[in-house]
């Protein structure tokens, strides 16, 4: 039995040596080839990978202006608003403040109401040229646009 194991031994040997020798014949490139490829791929790829955060840095900085340019314009529209109901505002405490001066509209209740430098005058007058002269007054006022006088003459008068 020795002399089957021998040669048992003998040929698994020779086919040990026959595989080493194929592998090493399908293989036409040295370690050294190998690296210098693995080497040249990583380059590649960290070519490719620097090319893509380039363009998404690119996209990202698109992006946050375009947020900033946004937020800008939302934040100047909310600065107009809040003017313009300012100057409403002045405008109405102004018309209020000319109407309480006149003798004989200020003991009259007068709702004034303004929108955009658009005023409208809502109450009572005792006489016509007392309803003439509100929108007069309310008129002479700086930054009124348009007067609407919806005054009604009080029948009382």
């Given at each position: 039995m020795k002399r089957n194991t021998r040669?048992?031994?003998?040929?698994?040997a020779a086919m040990a040596t026959s595989l080493i020798v194929a592998c090493g014949q399908a293989e036409?490139?040295?370690?050294?080839?190998?690296?210098?490829?693995?080497?040249?791929?990583?380059?590649?790829?960290g070519s490719e990978l620097s090319a893509e955060a380039k363009?998404?840095?690119q996209e990202l900085r698109a992006d946050a202006s375009t947020a900033t340019q946004d937020a800008k314009a939302a934040g100047s529209e909310a600065?107009?608003?809040?003017?313009?109901?300012?100057?409403?505002?002045?405008?109405?405490?102004?018309?209020?403040a000319?109407?309480?001066?006149?003798?004989q509209l200020?003991?009259?209740?007068?709702?004034v109401d303004t929108s955009n430098g658009h005023v409208?005058?809502?109450?009572?007058?005792?006489?016509?040229?007392?309803?003439d002269r509100a929108t007069v007054l309310a008129a002479a006022v700086e930054g009124v646009v348009k007067v609407d006088n919806?005054?009604?003459i009080d029948a009382k008068s």
């Open positions: 040669y048992a031994a003998l040929a698994a036409d490139q040295t370690v050294g080839q190998r690296l210098d490829n693995a080497v040249e791929q990583t380059k590649e790829a363009s998404a840095t600065v107009d608003k809040i003017a313009a109901g300012a100057a409403d505002l002045a405008i109405t405490a102004k018309v209020n000319a109407l309480a001066e006149d003798k200020s003991a009259l209740k007068i709702n409208e005058l809502k109450g009572t007058a005792p006489d016509a040229a007392s309803r919806n005054l009604t």
